[in-house]
């Protein structure tokens, strides 16, 4: 049983999306309220993996598919790249990889040795792999490689928040009534169990509340009143 690392190409991209719908039809079976859109309608999701192709950043393959027996037995393509904090990164969303069951964990481990090279090799250092909550497998290969957990997306129904109906929200133009808030906010961020450094000086704060200002973007805010 060899396994065999390609570009991954146009032509692979059906039972890549065939193999990804698997494992999400299975992460519904313990996350239900996730969207049924990536199962029922797989040209969208064709054409989000078609569009990482045509990724103009990358001038190497963007992506590496393991052929095990003629067949697409996992694959992994980078989706988009952004600088971040003087770095540059790579992102792998999680539609972006997906891998049959058996050997998974070697299979993963494989795809990103080939894959962290041409990132390196693009002076790209900060590596990002979205993925499905309860893929414990993928998770712990993950781990292993020396990722760690910068983001928890969670899922809630509908039903009414058992909360105040009075609550009025408006709308703050004035920046400098967010900059305590926002200080409180940054400050949070390299604690355990989070860990990520935040700009924490006033005037670069606010100099990026501003810029989000002038671009249009709306602060909304809840007051109370003290005492």
């Not at 078609?50 to 103009?56: R, T, V």
């Not at 409180?184 to 961020?189: F, G, K, P, T, V």
């Amino acid at each position: 049983m060899a396994d065999t690392l390609i570009p991954f190409t146009q032509k692979h991209l059906d039972t890549a999306v065939a193999l990804f719908r698997e494992s999400y039809r299975k992460e519904r079976e313990h996350s239900p309220l996730l969207p049924t859109r990536a199962l029922d309608d797989p040209t969208w999701l064709r054409d989000a993996l078609a569009a990482c192709l045509d990724n103009a950043l990358w001038n190497s393959d963007p992506g590496v598919a393991v052929m095990r027996d003629a067949r697409l037995a996992a694959y992994m393509v980078t989706g988009a790249q952004f600088p971040w904090k003087g770095q540059r990164v790579a992102l792998v969303p999680e539609y972006g990889h997906s891998a049959i069951t058996e050997d998974k964990e070697t299979l993963y481990q494989r795809m990103y040795m080939h894959l962290a090279q041409i990132w390196v090799d693009a002076h790209t250092h900060l590596h990002i792999i979205g993925h499905l909550a309860h893929d414990d497998i993928l998770r712990e290969t993950l781990y292993q490689l020396g990722f760690g957990a910068i983001l928890a997306e969670q899922l809630r129904d509908l039903s009414p928040i058992d909360a105040p109906t009075d609550i009025a929200i408006v709308q703050e133009p004035d920046i400098h009534k967010l900059a305590d808030l926002e200080l409180e906010h940054n400050r949070y961020y390299p604690k355990a169990p989070v860990f990520l450094t935040k700009d924490t000086d006033r005037s670069a704060m606010l100099a990026d509340l501003d810029e989000q200002a002038q671009a249009g973007d709306a602060f909304f805010t809840y007051y109370t009143l003290n005492g």
